[in-house]
C-alpha cells in the first residue's frame, strides 16, 4: 500500500483562487482588503517569509504594507506602530513577523495588536475564541492542516487523531480545531511515555515538534492519514519533515510531503483571515 499525497500546493491554489473571487467582490463595494506587515532586524529566513507574503498578498488582489525597521528599533516605538495601524481602516490584518530582537517582549507585541486585526490568530483572544468555539482568527498552520485534511474527503467524526508538539502555535490550537471537527485527540509531547502505542491507536497524525524522524513507518497504523508539520534539513541540507516520508508512506492512507505540503498552507490562511477581517469590517 502506497499513501496517496496530500498536495499542499494544489489545495493553497484552489484556495487562493478563491480569495481572489471574494477579494474582488469586496473591492467592488469599495473595500479592499488591507494587510500590513512589519519586519524588525535582518533575519534572512523571516525576509524569505514576508516577502512570499507580500507577493502573495498582491497576487490575489489584496492590498499590502511591508514596513522593515532596524534591529534597533525600541519595544515603545513598535508597539506604537502597531497602535497606529490599528486605528488604520485601510488596515484589516497586522502581522508582526516573528521572531523579533531579544529586547522586544513578544507577546507584548502580539497582545497589542487588536483581535480583529489579529490574522496570524496568536493572540489570547484568538485562543479563547477557538477554545470557546466563538468566531475569530484561527492560527494559520494548524488551520491548513484542516484544509488539507478537509481535501481527502475524510470526515473527522470519531475518528481519532494524535498531535505530536504542544505549542502554542501550532499544537495546542491543532487539537482544539481537531475537536471542533468532532475527532477524538491525544496530545503527545517530549514527556509523553511510549509515543508509539498512541500513533498505532490514530487515524490521523499530526508530525509538529521540529525533529527529523519522529514517526517512523513501524508508529503509522495502516491506512492512517499523517500530517507533517515539521521544516527540518538532513545531512546533505535537503529539506524534511519530522515524519521517515519514505517508509510512513508505504504504511499510510494519506501524507503530506516536505516540502509541498502544510508550508504553501500557512501563508494561504493567512490571505482567507485578511479577507475574513476585511468581510467582518465592511459588514459592521
Keep these: 500500500m502506497t499513501a496517496q ?3 499542499g500546493n494544489a489545495v493553497a491554489r484552489q484556495l487562493r483562487a478563491e480569495v481572489a473571487q471574494r477579494t474582488a467582490a469586496l473591492k467592488a463595494r469599495g473595500v479592499t482588503p488591507g494587510l500590513a506587515v512589519i519586519l524588525v532586524g535582518e533575519d534572512p529566513a523571516s525576509q524569505v517569509y514576508v516577502g512570499k507574503k507580500v507577493q502573495a498578498c498582491r497576487e490575489a488582489g489584496l492590498h499590502s504594507v511591508l514596513e522593515k525597521y532596524d534591529a534597533s528599533l525600541s519595544e515603545a516605538a513598535l508597539l506604537a506602530r502597531v497602535q497606529a495601524l490599528n486605528a488604520d481602516p485601510a488596515i484589516h490584518g497586522i502581522l508582526v513577523q516573528l521572531p523579533l530582537p531579544r529586547h522586544i517582549d513578544a507577546q507584548k507585541v502580539i497582545e497589542a495588536i487588536a483581535p480583529e486585526k489579529d490574522v496570524d490568530g496568536f493572540h489570547v483572544a ?5 477554545m470557546t468555539g466563538t468566531p475569530g482568527f484561527w492560527s494559520c498552520t494548524p488551520y491548513g492542516c484542516i484544509k488539507l485534511l478537509e481535501s481527502t474527503g475524510i470526515d473527522l467524526r470519531g475518528k481519532h487523531a494524535v498531535v505530536i508538539g504542544r505549542s502554542n502555535n501550532v499544537g495546542k490550537p491543532m ?3 481537531l475537536l471542533q471537527k468532532n475527532a477524538t485527540v491525544t496530545i503527545c509531547h517530549s514527556a509523553t511515555q511510549n509515543l ?3 500513533t498505532l491507536q490514530a487515524d490521523v ?3 509538529a515538534v521540529g525533529r527529523r524522524n ?5 508508529m503509522v497504523k495502516p491506512g492512517a492519514v499523517v500530517i507533517d508539520v515539521g ?8 529539506l524534511c519533515g519530522d515524519v521517515d516520508f519514505a517508509g510512513v508512506k508505504e504504511v499510510a492512507g494519506w501524507i503530506t510531503p516536505v516540502p509541498g505540503g502544510v508550508g504553501p498552507m500557512t501563508v494561504t ?5 485578511t479577507l475574513e477581517s476585511a468581510e467582518r469590517a465592511a459588514a459592521a
Design 126 to 130: 484568538s485562543a479563547g475564541a477557538l
Design 214 to 218: 519522529t514517526l517512523t513507518a513501524d
Design 205 to 207: 497524525v499530526v508530525a
Design 269 to 273: 490562511m493567512l490571505l482567507v483571515n
Design 196 to 198: 508509539k502505542a498512541h
Design 175 to 177: 487539537a482544539l480545531m
Design 5 to 7: 499525497i496530500i498536495d
Design 231 to 238: 521544516m527540518n534539513r538532513n545531512e546533505q541540507g535537503k
